[in-house]
């Protein structure tokens, strides 16, 4: 069975700490994905990457960063972590030219 | 600019009843529409898409019409489980900035009770 794999279930962490969220996917997909899932607000994409090293904004990258070094694996990165960053996190994998989506079950971030 | 407005919720239904959730759209262009539905504990799934104006998606006795006239994409099943209660979110594609990215709705809770 395909799959995205987020290594945490659920994260505490103190401000001002960096913080970093895994995926790993075995689709050998393109595409990747991070959204940030706030109730009443959806889905907001963080940033994403179309190939091995290459990463784009999304709508609200503020205060992350993102790393690809290899294609199964994408990384979020909170520099300083913030009370306002406590959410759901999700990635999600794509092949290059579609939009059908497989996600993963979602990092739950509390930043105390 | 591309967005998905969907009925706030919480959905609350006895089990057998029938559900509408609605989807409205604004997007430049013909994007493809879907709906994803979240289970508690649980990431995004699929649950059915439309790519053009008119077509059906179905799955799960879920079904959605991509109405162009009225840039709506409502979510309707006849008889609702408990199983069903979920988190649905709607969401459209479009191809923007040189990639294809999914927009989403702000989701839409349903609760069913036997």
């Known amino acids: 069975d395909v799959k995205v794999t987020q290594s945490s279930r659920y994260l505490v962490k103190r401000t001002g700490e960096k913080v970093f969220l895994e995926c790993v996917q075995d689709m050998d997909h393109e595409n990747m994905f991070w959204y940030r899932q706030d109730p009443g607000l959806g889905l907001r994409l963080i940033y994403f990457s179309y190939d091995v090293k290459m990463k784009e904004k999304g709508d609200i990258p503020e205060g992350y960063s993102v790393s690809r070094e290899k294609k199964e694996r994408f990384s979020l990165i909170l520099e300083s972590a913030s009370t306002n960053q406590t959410s759901m996190y999700l990635c999600?994998?794509?092949?290059?030219?579609?939009?059908?989506?497989?996600f993963g079950s979602g990092t739950r971030l509390t930043v105390v | 600019g591309n967005s998905v407005t969907q009925m706030e919720g919480p959905v609350t239904l006895s089990e057998e009843a029938f559900l509408t959730i609605n989807c409205t759209y604004t997007?430049?262009?013909?994007?493809?529409l879907f709906w994803y539905v979240q289970y508690p504990g649980e990431g995004l799934q699929l649950l059915l898409k439309a790519t053009k104006a008119d077509d059906k998606g179905s799955n799960k006795g879920f079904e959605a019409t991509y109405r162009k006239e009225t840039t709506s994409f409502h979510l309707e099943k006849g008889s609702v489980q408990v199983s069903d209660s979920a988190v649905y979110f709607c969401a459209l594609s479009m191809f923007s900035g040189g990639y294809n990215k999914l927009i989403f709705g702000a989701g839409t809770r349903l609760a069913v009770h036997p």
């Open positions: 999600a994998s794509s092949p290059a030219t579609t939009t059908f989506y497989t």
């Open positions: 997007a430049t262009g013909y994007p493809s």
